[in-house]
């Protein structure tokens, strides 16, 4: 049974039973309505009858009197039965009018009513009214004429009349069942409905939503169109007043596809609470959120705004904006006083102003005097003086603060200066007595080195002795230069330089050597001439540190890249290269002095190379970063591009 009511015929079966039930249940409940106002409980079925049909007879009545009256008609006319209504009519006298074919059948009538003709000037009539007569009225422009009618039961003649009282005699008997009915159309109703709702979306034991097509079109939109087509079928019901057979059908039909609109609604919305899309896939939230980034966009935009008049008025001098708001503050003031006080207090007013704004200027140009004074501080020039004469005690004290200020860190980078200058002095005396000694070492080492010697191994230790101590003399050497470049004790000669000639000078250096350590070189650079302000000889050194990098820590069998490009106004150098060992450090610690690339220190190096060639590029104006991303590393080496 769960797995018939998950196909889609048992889901068939089930929106059937939904429909029934509450057609059924409709039309239970209006027939209880009915039979409540009709007094069914009460009056007998004859009773009940007359009524229903009471306003049927009158319509056929005055259908027959504009057809049978005719005043210039001396015979008695003989008309049809009106269905299953037979009559017959006379004038006020009494005498016979018109007949229907069944009425000389019959030896009485069951109801006899009077009813006034109305005429207009040329005779014709103009309408029927049904009247209480009483023998001797008269009426103006009318006539009065009696009908007998009866209804009759003809075999084979299907009318209101017999219609009427076929149903009549079922409600009757149905007038306390129909809340049995009604009570058992609603359980029916509320179990085929739950089950429907379960099973929506889901096919056989699956657990996965198989939403129908109506999911695709958001459901409070789908709700609205829903909505507006009720609400053109309820004025369609309105405005039926007496109802033909066509009206009734279309107004079955328009009720049978509320319905079935109705539970394709509901099993839309079973799906998607089940898919937790009701809310998600909603067009009210998509108009929401689009309304809230709106709100967000112009709370932004204001933010903005806000931010630039704010930057705007912050860049004012202190001065003028302590002017323009006293002066405006004041007129205001003044407005008022003109308007509510007399000559003498507003003379007393004015020098009371007066008095008041020369006081607010000078504390104001005070404040200015500290404020340029703070930033000459910051930007860090420490022989700037702030003028503390004539402030207030308070400012005073705080001009003499920022003097002091000033004092305590020109002898702070006085003393800088003195250690690093010492520092400097110390490394160089050191390098230069260590260096003639090294230098014997040296020679005498070459010596050895040069001489005949039956023993190998001699030979094999002077090489050693002979390398190593050139190693350790390109060391002091470094350390010397390291030194002098950062203190900015290193003379450095200013010239043009052509920044492609210096490129093509380090390829054509470096060829061979990078072939040696299996790299392939790969240089791009412009046509056209970029001429910098640098120091050749420098300038050399510094490719010379990067490029013995490349060799040192570059992956075998790689391709190595030296471009130059022309950015901003600026000659940029960049080299590139995929290095051999991991880069687990960052630029900053590259940067620092005696700091490798590689942690096994197993290639020669002392680690100044690119401290020396960042204070040999700041030396001339420029500038050296590094990047490095996973095993890529780029040294980029910037100057300014003469105009």
Same mark, same amino acid.
């Given at each position: 049974?769960?797995?018939?009511?998950?196909?889609?015929?048992?889901?068939?079966?089930?929106?059937?039973?939904?429909?029934?039930?509450?057609?059924?249940?409709?039309?239970?409940?209006?027939?209880?309505?009915?039979?409540?106002?009709?007094?069914?409980?009460?009056?007998?079925?004859?009773? @009940?009858?007359?009524?229903?049909?009471?306003?049927?007879?009158?319509?056929?009545?005055?259908?027959?009197?504009?057809?049978?009256?005719?005043?210039?008609?001396?015979?008695?006319?003989?008309?049809?039965?009106?269905?299953?209504?037979?009559?017959?009519?006379?004038?006020?006298?009494?005498?016979?009018?018109?007949?229907?074919?069944?009425?000389?059948?019959?030896?009485?009538?069951?109801?006899?009513?009077?009813?006034?003709?109305?005429?207009?000037?040329e005779?014709?009539?103009?309408?029927?009214?049904?009247?209480?007569?009483?023998?001797?009225?008269?009426?103006?422009?009318?006539k009065?004429?009696?009908?007998?009618?009866t209804?009759?039961?003809?075999p084979?003649?299907?009318?209101?009349?017999?219609?009427?009282?076929?149903?009549?005699?079922?409600?009757?008997?149905?007038?306390?069942?129909?809340?049995?009915?009604?009570? @058992?159309?609603?359980?029916?109703?509320?179990?085929?409905?739950?089950?429907?709702?379960?099973?929506?979306?889901?096919?056989?034991?699956?657990?996965?939503?198989?939403?129908?097509? /109506?999911? %695709?079109?958001?459901f409070?939109?789908?709700?609205?169109?829903?909505?507006?087509?009720?609400?053109?079928?309820?004025?369609?019901?309105?405005?039926?007043?007496?109802?033909?057979?066509?009206?009734?059908?279309?107004?079955?039909?328009?009720?049978?596809?509320?319905? %079935?609109?109705?539970?394709?609604?509901?099993?839309?919305?079973?799906?998607?609470?089940?898919?937790?899309?009701?809310w998600?896939?909603?067009?009210?939230?998509?108009?929401?959120?689009?309304?809230? %980034?709106?709100?967000?966009?112009?709370?932004?935009?204001l933010?903005?705004?806000?931010?630039?008049?704010?930057?705007?008025?912050?860049?004012?001098?202190?001065?003028?904006?302590?002017a323009?708001?006293?002066?405006?503050?004041?007129?205001?003031?003044?407005?008022?006083?003109?308007?509510?006080?007399?000559?003498?207090?507003?003379?007393?007013?004015?020098?009371?102003?007066?008095?008041?704004?020369?006081?607010?200027?000078? @504390?104001?140009l005070?404040?200015?005097?500290? =404020?340029?004074?703070?930033?000459?501080?910051?930007?860090?020039?420490?022989?700037?003086?702030?003028?503390?004469?004539?402030?207030?005690?308070?400012?005073?004290?705080?001009?003499?603060?920022? %003097?002091?200020?000033?004092?305590?860190?020109?002898?702070?980078?006085?003393?800088?200066l003195?250690?690093?200058?010492?520092?400097?002095? /110390?490394?160089?005396?050191?390098?230069?007595?260590?260096?003639?000694?090294?230098?014997?070492?040296?020679?005498?080492?070459?010596?050895?080195?040069?001489?005949?010697?039956?023993?190998?191994?001699?030979?094999?230790?002077?090489?050693?002795?002979?390398?190593?101590?050139?190693?350790?003399?390109?060391?002091?050497?470094?350390?010397?230069?390291?030194?002098?470049?950062?203190?900015?004790?290193?003379?450095?000669?200013?010239?043009?330089?052509?920044?492609?000639?210096?490129?093509?000078?380090?390829?054509?250096?470096?060829?061979?050597?990078?072939?040696?350590?299996?790299?392939?070189?790969?240089?791009?650079?412009?046509?056209?001439? @970029?001429m910098?302000?640098?120091?050749?000889?420098?300038?050399?050194?510094?490719?010379?540190?990067?490029?013995?990098?490349?060799c040192?820590?570059?992956?075998?069998?790689?391709?190595?890249?030296?471009? /130059?490009?022309?950015?901003?106004?600026?000659?940029?150098?960049?080299?590139?290269?995929?290095?051999?060992?991991p880069?687990?450090?960052?630029?900053?610690?590259?940067?620092?002095?005696?700091?490798?690339?590689?942690?096994?220190?197993?290639?020669?190096?002392?680690?100044?190379?690119?401290s020396?060639?960042?204070?040999?590029?700041q030396? =001339?104006?420029?500038?050296?970063?590094?990047?490095?991303?996973?095993?890529?590393?780029?040294?980029? /080496?910037?100057?300014?591009?003469?105009?």
């Amino acid at each position: 049974m769960k797995r018939f009511i998950k196909t889609v015929t048992g889901k068939t079966v089930l929106f059937i039973l939904c429909v029934i039930s509450l057609a059924v249940l409709l039309l239970s409940a209006l027939s209880a309505v009915f039979f409540v106002e009709e007094d069914f409980y009460v009056r007998n079925k004859e009773e @009940i009858y007359e009524d229903i049909i009471d306003y049927r007879i009158d319509r056929d009545i005055y259908n027959v009197l504009c057809q049978a009256i005719d005043q210039k008609r001396e015979e008695t006319l003989t008309m049809k039965d009106q269905g299953n209504l037979v009559f017959q009519i006379k004038d006020e006298e009494y005498h016979l009018v018109a007949v229907s074919e069944s009425a000389g059948k019959l030896n009485s009538f069951e109801g006899t009513d009077s009813y006034c003709v109305f005429y207009d000037k040329e005779g014709y009539i103009t309408d029927v009214v049904k009247i209480l007569y009483t023998p001797g009225d008269e009426v103006e422009n009318g006539k009065i004429y009696h009908v007998d009618h009866t209804i009759l039961n003809k075999p084979g003649i299907t009318d209101f009349y017999s219609l009427s009282g076929t149903l009549l005699t079922i409600a009757y008997a149905l007038r306390y069942g129909v809340y049995v009915i009604i009570l @058992i159309s609603v359980l029916l109703g509320i179990v085929c409905f739950i089950t429907l709702m379960n099973v929506s979306g889901r096919i056989n034991d699956s657990d996965e939503i198989h939403p129908g097509p /109506l999911n %695709n079109i958001p459901f409070d939109l789908l709700c609205a169109v829903s909505f507006l087509a009720f609400a053109l079928y309820c004025l369609f019901c309105g405005s039926v007043h007496w109802p033909t057979i066509v009206e009734c059908l279309l107004i079955a039909l328009g009720f049978l596809f509320a319905v %079935n609109g109705l539970l394709g609604l509901c099993m839309s919305m079973a799906c998607r609470i089940k898919q937790k899309t009701l809310w998600k896939k909603s067009f009210l939230r998509w108009i929401l959120v689009r309304a809230f %980034n709106l709100i967000l966009w112009i709370f932004d935009f204001l933010h903005k705004i806000y931010r630039r008049i704010l930057s705007f008025i912050r860049q004012i001098p202190l001065v003028w904006k302590t002017a323009v708001v006293f002066l405006g503050l004041t007129l205001v003031e003044l407005i008022i006083l003109v308007n509510s006080y007399s000559d003498f207090y507003t003379l007393f007013w004015l020098l009371k102003n007066f008095i008041l704004f020369m006081l607010v200027i000078w @504390i104001a140009l005070s404040l200015r005097k500290l =404020q340029t004074g703070g930033k000459s501080l910051a930007m860090g020039d420490l022989s700037y003086h702030i003028d503390t004469r004539g402030m207030l005690p308070d400012l005073r004290e705080h001009g003499e603060d920022l %003097n002091s200020i000033a004092k305590g860190m020109a002898i702070a980078v006085e003393d800088r200066l003195k250690s690093e200058r010492m520092k400097t002095e /110390l490394i160089t005396n050191v390098s230069h007595d260590i260096k003639t000694p090294l230098t014997s070492i040296i020679n005498y080492a070459d010596l050895i080195s040069k001489e005949k010697s039956t023993t190998k191994k001699v030979k094999e230790y002077a090489d050693v002795l002979l390398r190593q101590s050139e190693r350790l003399k390109r060391l002091l050497e470094d350390l010397v230069e390291a030194s002098k470049a950062a203190t900015g004790n290193l003379e450095v000669d200013l010239m043009p330089c052509d920044a492609g000639t210096l490129v093509s000078q380090v390829s054509g250096e470096y060829e061979d050597r990078l072939k040696q350590a299996s790299l392939s070189l790969i240089v791009n650079q412009p046509e056209e001439e @970029i001429m910098i302000m640098a120091d050749s000889r420098r300038m050399w050194r510094i490719f010379d540190n990067l490029m013995n990098n490349i060799c040192k820590y570059a992956q075998p069998d790689t391709r190595v890249y030296l471009s /130059l490009e022309k950015i901003d106004q600026e000659a940029v150098f960049t080299f590139r290269n995929t290095s051999r060992d991991p880069l687990n450090i960052s630029e900053e610690e590259l940067m620092e002095r005696f700091t490798r690339g590689d942690a096994s220190r197993h290639t020669e190096g002392n680690g100044l190379g690119l401290s020396i060639a960042r204070s040999l590029a700041q030396l =001339q104006k420029g500038s050296l970063k590094l990047s490095i991303d996973g095993d890529l590393f780029k040294a980029i /080496l910037s100057f300014p591009v003469l105009k």
